[in-house]
């Protein structure tokens, strides 16, 4: 079986009550074997995402309300806080997307700006192999030249790149994976993800605007682009 990947890579612009400048945070652990919140927040994120069949997945497309919406995450989360996941398009090209959505107030909102995850599916495949994959995406992103992404929030921000640890995900049936050259049957993969990552405290109760946006057109063949809003009701 061939070694399976995924890219969803997001840019970020949230455009919300106050905008307040963005703390880039230093990369977290980076090329350690401790990850640091960010990085198994990271693991539970994919975690979450994957485990999603494509028609409940959070990645594919527009839509308003429904399971989509639906941002608990399905697995343990560091800390104390409450999380609340969102989610980017799969794939880099994607023409824009709008969700709309209504979420409980007191959670955290984390995110992706950029990211890229490699599942282990071939027997010749670890951990070492899948980090590599996902630490040269990356690092593919961060250097192109034309890079474009800006972050704007109301309140605290902190944007960090991190690894996760290694991480099992249960993949269901008709999967995210699925495509006429492949398919992927449903079982548990290990994996790593590397990317970008964007937490954002409780935001207030009533209508939000989240907008997520980024470009960098000289990554792979096409490039990757991504324009993606949410219209969050906080209750």
């Not at 999603?52 to 990645?59: D, E, G, L, R, W």
């Not at 192109?144 to 269901?172: C, N, Y």
Request: charged fraction near 20%; hydrophobic fraction near 40%.
């Amino acid at each position: 079986m061939k070694r399976t990947m995924l890219v969803a890579a997001l840019g970020v612009l949230l455009a919300l009550a106050v905008a307040t400048p963005v703390a880039w945070g230093q990369a977290e652990q980076q090329g350690s074997t401790t990850y640091g919140r960010t990085g198994k927040l990271a693991a539970a994120w994919w975690q979450w995402a994957l485990s999603k069949p494509v028609a409940k997945n959070p990645t594919i497309g527009s839509y308003s309300g429904g399971p989509k919406c639906n941002g608990r995450p399905v697995s343990a989360t560091p800390g104390n806080k409450q999380w609340w996941f969102l989610a980017g398009a799969t794939g880099g090209t994607k023409p824009r997307v709008e969700r709309t959505c209504t979420m409980p107030a007191g959670r955290w909102l984390f995110f992706p700006v950029a990211n890229y995850v490699y599942i282990n599916t071939d027997p010749t495949d670890n951990e070492k192999v899948a980090r590599q994959a996902a630490n040269e995406y990356m690092d593919s992103v961060m250097s192109d030249p034309d890079l474009s992404i800006a972050v704007s929030v109301d309140g605290q921000e902190v944007l960090r790149r991190a690894d996760s640890p290694l991480f099992t995900v249960k993949i269901p049936e008709h999967n995210v994976f699925d495509s006429p050259t492949f398919d992927l049957p449903a079982g548990s993969y290990d994996g790593v993800a590397d990317g970008l990552w964007a937490t954002v405290p409780p935001l207030s109760k009533g209508k939000h605007t989240v907008h997520f946006k980024l470009r960098a057109p000289n990554v792979g063949e096409e490039g990757v682009t991504q324009n993606n809003t949410y219209h969050l009701t906080v209750r």
